[in-house]
């Protein structure tokens, strides 16, 4: 695949994501205003929670989804300070929400838990919003505990499985991607691949393109099933674009 065909595919499957503590409101609509690009908009923009009607307003009159964080980034096994937090996430506009795993509890082996932690999530949210389970890969470590921690997501419920949340060491990669593709296309259930952390250049990105691409097919690599979350690699799209190669 050439890079101007994968900037425009990646741009149509960027979570474009701001999470800093110097977010403002003014910030976030500057986001929201760059989140409409001159070769088409995003899947979605990632916010803070207290930012998420700002982004709905400011949205409203396009295709692109209000992403939002919960149980972020440490993950917990709090499952009522969790629903609450969800449900006002939803009630503010949320379209997709991004929950951490309980990574920590899981690694400790509490796995049945984590599991019913993650399906009681997603019955409260129910159909119509998108649920996004970040496993922080790089503090799970191992490929079976990967691979373990993916299936356990998406037999309870997770519409996406996500690397990581960008706060840790070690963020995406290759290798904790493929697992988690792999897992996917092993599974009965159908599941989104979202990739997130550290994900700069066109060459980062397009390595989790082609991965996808490798694994799933490339008709079912779009908005619907993959994904990857960024804040500055839309600017480098739209130089490839604008360059033409």
């Not at 979570?15 to 500057?30: A, C």
């Not at 006002?88 to 509890?105: C, H, M, N, R, S």
């Amino acid at each position: 695949m050439d890079d101007v065909t994968a900037a425009e595919t990646l741009i149509s499957c960027l979570d474009l994501t701001s999470l800093n503590n110097t977010d403002t409101s003014e910030s976030i609509i500057d986001l929201c205003r760059k989140a409409q690009t001159p070769y088409g908009n995003v899947a979605a923009v990632c916010v803070y929670p207290q930012f998420v009607g700002i982004a709905k307003e400011h949205l409203r009159h396009t295709d692109i989804k209000v992403a939002t964080v919960i149980n972020f980034p440490d993950g917990s096994l709090d499952l009522e300070r969790t629903k609450s937090a969800v449900t006002t996430a939803v009630v503010k506009g949320a379209d997709e929400i991004d929950l951490v795993f309980p990574y920590k509890q899981f690694l400790e082996g509490q796995k049945n838990e984590c599991g019913l932690f993650i399906k009681q999530i997603k019955e409260h949210l129910g159909k119509k919003i998108l649920l996004k389970v970040i496993l922080e890969t790089g503090e799970l470590i191992h490929a079976a505990t990967i691979a373990e921690a993916a299936k356990l997501c998406i037999q309870n419920g997770a519409d996406f499985i996500k690397t990581s949340t960008g706060k840790t060491k070690v963020s995406a990669t290759p290798e904790a991607a493929n697992i988690i593709l792999e897992t996917i296309a092993s599974g009965r259930k159908n599941a989104g691949f979202k990739a997130s952390g550290g994900i700069k250049t066109i060459d980062d990105a397009k390595k989790y393109l082609v991965l996808a691409v490798a694994v799933m097919g490339g008709k079912w690599v779009t908005p619907k099933n993959f994904r990857i979350g960024a804040s500055s690699l839309l600017d480098n799209l739209i130089e490839v674009i604008n360059r033409g190669y």
